[in-house]
Every structure is written in structure tokens, then in C-alpha cells.
T-cell receptor, first 113, second 110 residues
Framework: DAGVIQSPRHEVTEMGQEVTLRCKPI?????LFWYRQTMMRGLELLIY????????DSGMPEDRFSAKMPNASFSTLKIQPSEPRDSAVYFC???????????FGQGTRLTVV | GEDVEQSLFLSVREGDSSVINCTYT??????LYWYKQEPGAGLQLLTY?????DMKQDQRLTVLLNKKDKHLSLRIADTQTGDSAIYFC??????????FGGGTRLMVKP
């Protein structure tokens, strides 16, 4: 397996635009997580899914953020409208189950200008 | 509550040992992990320790767990410049969710 795949690796967008980040988890992993990493706040869990169902979205900062997992091999994190303070590195991770380690993607570095 | 604490920064000379420390609060944690993040990359699992162990060694890496004090450490022997990265400890808490520390930036000087 190629690991967790995220796209794009870098995204620069203007304030107010919609941004969509994509993730393909490792095949057979039942859990998918979206994290945000900033210098100020470190690594924050935004939302996670189990078998494509959102379980806990309490980390999603605002209604501007939404995440979907239409099938076991694909998830999106959308920000609409984007703001400069959303600039961060967004990681997707997957776990086979909750007793195993998390495998992380390479991240998407988002810059909102 | 859940809180995993790490020091922000550690600087060592090449060839010396590095010790990165971490404290956690959830005594029911089952596994504790060390992840490494190199510049521009995601987090990669380095090693982990089960909560009923007090030590685990894997080549240059030694993990020590003091469950009584809720203290975890990662020792890297013969530290190399390629070890320069951010190291995160994480606990698998009672809800089986991973809680990460803030990361320790290790700088290795030649």
C-alpha cells in the first residue's frame, strides 16, 4: 500500500475562496482522522470517521469547515469561505482500529492570503 | 483531563545521546507512541510501548516508561544529523483516541 495519500501538497488561495483537501486512507483501515498543525496550537484533531461515518467533529473550528467520507477510500475536508487564519498544515491519518498506530499522510500546506 | 506535555526544544552534538521527555495524564493509557516529523513531511511512527512495560529498546532507540509518574522518555543513542526533526509523544487514552504532545524540536549540531 502506498500509505495515506493527500492532495494537493500545497494550496495557496485568496481569502473567501472555497478550499477542498483530499485524502485516501490506507486500504482496510476503518478509521480516518483530520488534523491541523500550526506553530501556535500544535496538532489538533478536527474530526474523525469510523467506517465512513463521522464520529466526533467537536474539533472542527467553525461552520466554515466541513468533512465528508463518501466511501472507504476517500475523504474531503472543505473550508468555505477560507480565511487567513486557516493557514496551516492539514494532515489526514488512518488507523486499522483503535488499538493500532495512526499512519499519517504527507499533509497539505494551506496558505490563505 | 487529557494533557500530554513535552519540552519545546533540545539541542545536542552529533554522537551524543538525546533524551526527549514527555508527561501524560491519563493513567488508563494502553499504548504510548513516539512519532518523528521531518521538515515538510507527515508524522511517522518511530516506536511504541505497551503500558505494562517499563522499557523497550530498538536499535539506537530506548523508550522508558514510568507509569507511576506518568513519564515517558525517548533516548536516541549516537545521535546523527539525520535525527534532526520534531518528535511527538502520544498516548492512546481510555477512549482509544490518540492525544499528541506539542512536539520537541531536536537539533543536532555537527
Amino acid at each position: 500500500d502506498a500509505g495515506v495519500i493527500q492532495s494537493p501538497r500545497h494550496e495557496v488561495t485568496e481569502m473567501g475562496q472555497e478550499v477542498t483537501l483530499r485524502c485516501k486512507p490506507i486500504s482496510g483501515h476503518d478509521y480516518l482522522f483530520w488534523y491541523r498543525q500550526t506553530m501556535m496550537r500544535g496538532l489538533e484533531l478536527l474530526i474523525y470517521f469510523n467506517n465512513n461515518v463521522p464520529i466526533d467533529d467537536s474539533g472542527m473550528p467553525e461552520d466554515r469547515f466541513s468533512a465528508k467520507m463518501p466511501n472507504a477510500s476517500f475523504s474531503t475536508l472543505k473550508i468555505q469561505p477560507s480565511e487567513p487564519r486557516d493557514s496551516a498544515v492539514y494532515f489526514c491519518a488512518s488507523r486499522e482500529d483503535l488499538n493500532t498506530e495512526a499512519f499519517f499522510g504527507q499533509g497539505t500546506r494551506l496558505t490563505v492570503v | 483531563g487529557e494533557d500530554v506535555e513535552q519540552s519545546l526544544f533540545l539541542s545536542v552534538r552529533e554522537g551524543d545521546s538525546s533524551v526527549i521527555n514527555c508527561t501524560y495524564t491519563d493513567s488508563s493509557s494502553t499504548y504510548l507512541y513516539w512519532y518523528k516529523q521531518e521538515p515538510g513531511a507527515g508524522l511517522q511512527l518511530l516506536t511504541y510501548i505497551f503500558s505494562n512495560m517499563d522499557m523497550k529498546q530498538d536499535q539506537r532507540l530506548t523508550v522508558l516508561l514510568n507509569k507511576k509518574d506518568k513519564h515517558l522518555s525517548l533516548r536516541i543513542a549516537d545521535t546523527q544529523t539525520g535525527d534532526s526533526a520534531i518528535y511527538f509523544c502520544a498516548e492512546n487514552n481510555a477512549g482509544n483516541m490518540l492525544t499528541f504532545g506539542g512536539g520537541t524540536r531536536l537539533m543536532v549540531k555537527p
